[in-house]
């Protein structure tokens, strides 16, 4: 099959892209599935889970309610944690110059910060005042630190810009918004309603941000349908500084009429 | 109660069987529950498995006859591997899994260090110990910074965290990493034990470290991770310095093997979770079978008696404890020394070549430093501490407007 040279910015994932598609496809025709399985896939999840233990122990606590609701307030406080890196991750992008028309400032998205990092402050106090441990990681706490994962990876890779990140910070004050609602609802229900009415708070904040970041990105993809936006990819990033031995000066074409010269 | 390796003859390798997919990949530890010595045994052994396979791929590739031999203690040391590995948990993070090896290498290294018989090797030791000790504090800002993470919620209070020898200083020529050899006609056991348990840890930090190094997308922690790699490769460079270069490869293996049982002993003498206490009791008695294995192929091969080499009872087990006091009277005293060749001298003694290579790797700044700069452990983080503790920088790292 012959080679054709595509430019190395080109996206390469889609088989239009590829000289090789027709034999990737031809192969379809002729491919069996394996089959000797003796479970499938969903029946060796289900006995691995029927085995499974919980990932960990709940916060020591005198009553059930007590310790439904110092698992909560130990999520909650891990994911406000979590989500104040977040923001820290995206006020780099704009601290680093970059912006769009109706796009935030540093000073917007360092203002979430700074609440988001008041609600850590605000679950702290409530857990030391239901006598818990705020140092502690709850099995909940523990369950929102790999689910935020994904959200700080795809916002501290320095390849996203400040666009790119509304999508993660999307998906995070969304999912917070309806998380302290769910937690208030539940301290309510447990019985303590003058923590749940300080807790209220924090949910008109975030009520806020969330309103924020949708104008943001909407303001973002109108910015980008203007032809605005497009950066180089990783091929045109700086390179190492070149290195030409004589052994390599005969590889790279442009330098072997050099080479050729000298030995004249 | 100890164990005469002698005469200890364990599982015989034929009669060790292979144990199913699931029965491998079981059920893993809990990040909350179980206790930080029982993640770090964990840890450890898999480096010691891993070295274990590694070592015995090098030596099979001279000997044709030993082959076969090697390639059915390797299947079974590869199923130690695993079994032991898996127990890891799925929601132990990158970085968590970082801290804990961390904590691995300062406190088993305290440990070394701590009952070393050689005044010269025990000072290697604690050489290597504080660096590894800064590690743990560089990657627990990390963790702390970029991601919200108390790294004393994987450390479980045993250990401190904050600065030893700076990273930033850590970095030498290669030739000031290589150390002063034991004699293994005049060495304690326990001294070629200790050299060859830390190089099994070492070389598997570093291989993680240059594993997930790349799976992190936060600029710092990629070159947090390229940086302290380095030092791994460092520290197995000087820990691997420390054997006799004329130990034959099967006296090697001899050693290995004993290097094994001692630890799996260490590990069944201190597990307080019954579920591993098992898996350690299994591996210990099949480490007999295959060290029984070594000694047969060392004493037909070599015609030597292997009692040369073996020592006849165990040293005390690896203490598995917290080694404060220790570190911090180490910390204090000699963070400040340098190496140059296999000595230990002072900053400014430092050879050339190694500050021409520091000033190369540093050229565009620290990694190490800029993720730690300000930051102290406090307890839940830096986020629940009060704002800035050090003039001019806030306790997230960006500076005032003052230099520091």
């Given at each position: 099959m012959k080679s054709t040279r595509r430019p190395t910015d080109a996206n390469r994932t889609g088989m239009d892209a590829s000289d090789h598609a027709d034999g990737m496809r031809s192969l379809t025709a002729i491919a069996e599935p394996s089959d000797l399985?003796?479970?499938?896939l969903a029946t060796l999840r289900q006995r691995a889970i029927k085995d499974a233990p919980a990932t960990g122990s709940p916060p020591p606590a005198p009553d059930a309610a007590r310790q439904v609701v110092l698992d909560l307030l130990s999520a909650r406080l891990a994911y406000e944690r979590a989500g104040t890196r977040l923001y820290d991750a995206v006020i780099a992008k704009a601290t680093a110059g970059q912006r769009f028309a109706g796009g935030p400032t540093s000073a917007d998205l360092t203002l979430i910060r700074t609440q988001e990092a008041e609600h850590r402050a605000l679950l702290q106090e409530a857990i030391l005042e239901l006598a818990g441990d705020p140092t502690l990681v709850s099995p909940g706490a523990s369950l929102e630190m790999v689910a935020s994962l994904g959200l700080l990876q795809a916002v501290q890779d320095a390849r996203t810009d400040l666009g790119e990140c509304l999508t993660p910070l999307l998906i995070a004050e969304l999912a917070d918004r309806a998380a302290w609602a769910s937690l208030i609802e539940t301290v309510d229900a447990a019985g303590f309603d003058e923590l749940a009415d300080r807790l209220r708070d924090a949910v008109e904040h975030e009520e806020e941000h969330l309103m924020k970041v949708q104008g943001w990105l909407r303001a973002y993809r109108v910015w980008r349908l203007e032809g605005n936006g497009r950066r180089p990819s990783a091929s045109r990033g700086p390179a190492v500084r070149q290195v030409t031995t004589k052994a390599t000066a005969v590889v790279r074409g442009q330098k072997r009429k050099a080479v050729v010269r000298r030995k004249r | 109660m100890t164990l005469d390796l002698l005469r200890?003859?364990?599982?015989?390798l034929d009669r060790q069987t292979p144990l199913s997919w699931s029965a491998l990949a079981g059920i893993p530890t809990s990040k909350l529950d179980s206790d930080a010595f029982t993640r770090a045994r964990i840890i450890l052994m898999n480096g010691i498995e891993a070295e274990s396979l590694r070592s015995k791929h090098l030596l099979a590739r001279p000997m044709a006859d030993l082959r076969p031999t090697l390639a059915r203690v390797r299947r079974i040391e590869q199923q130690q591997q695993t079994l032991v590995n898996w127990l890891?948990?799925?929601?132990?993070s990158p970085i968590e899994t970082t801290i804990a090896y961390e904590q691995v290498a300062i406190e088993l290294t305290a440990h070394i260090a701590e009952v070393e018989p050689d005044p010269y090797i025990a000072q290697v030791h604690r050489f290597g110990l504080l660096e590894d000790f800064d590690h743990y504090y560089r990657f627990a800002a990390l963790a702390d910074r970029a991601f919200g993470i108390d790294a004393n919620a994987i450390?479980?209070?045993?250990?401190d965290i904050m600065p030893g020898r700076p990273t930033i200083v850590e970095h030498r020529a290669p030739d000031d990493d290589l150390r002063r050899p034991y004699d293994k006609h005049r060495a304690d056991p326990l001294t070629k034990l200790n050299a060859l348990t830390l190089v099994a840890g070492e070389t598997q930090t570093h291989d993680y470290y240059m594993a997930i190094g790349p799976m992190f997308a936060d600029p710092v922690a990629r070159r947090l991770y390229a940086e302290i790699a380095s030092i791994e490769e460092q520290h197995v460079t000087q820990y691997e310095s420390l054997t006799d270069p004329t130990e034959s490869p099967l006296e090697r293996w001899l050693l290995m093997e004993a290097v094994e049982v001692y630890n799996y002993w260490s590990c069944l003498e201190q597990e307080t979770d019954p579920r591993i206490k098992a898996i350690w009791e299994r591996c210990l008695a099949q480490e007999l079978g295959h060290l029984q294995v070594a000694r047969q192929a060392f004493e037909t091969i070599e015609r030597r008696d292997s009692a040369e080499v073996l020592p006849r009872t165990l040293p005390a087990p690896i203490a598995w404890r917290s080694h404060r006091d220790f570190l911090r009277r180490t910390v204090s005293a000699e963070a400040g020394l340098r190496a140059r060749g296999s000595d230990f001298v002072s900053a400014?003694?430092?050879?050339a070549a190694t500050r021409a290579y520091r000033q190369a790797v540093n050229a565009d700044g620290s990694p190490s430093e800029a993720v730690a700069l300000g930051w102290t452990w406090a307890p839940g983080g830096d986020l629940a501490q009060p704002e800035p503790?050090?003039?001019?920088?806030r306790r997230d790292g960006t500076n005032r407007g003052r230099k520091p």
């Open positions: 399985a003796r479970e499938d | 200890e003859k364990g599982i015989p890891l948990p799925a929601d132990l450390g479980q209070c045993y250990s400014r003694e430092e050879s503790v050090l003039a001019g920088i």
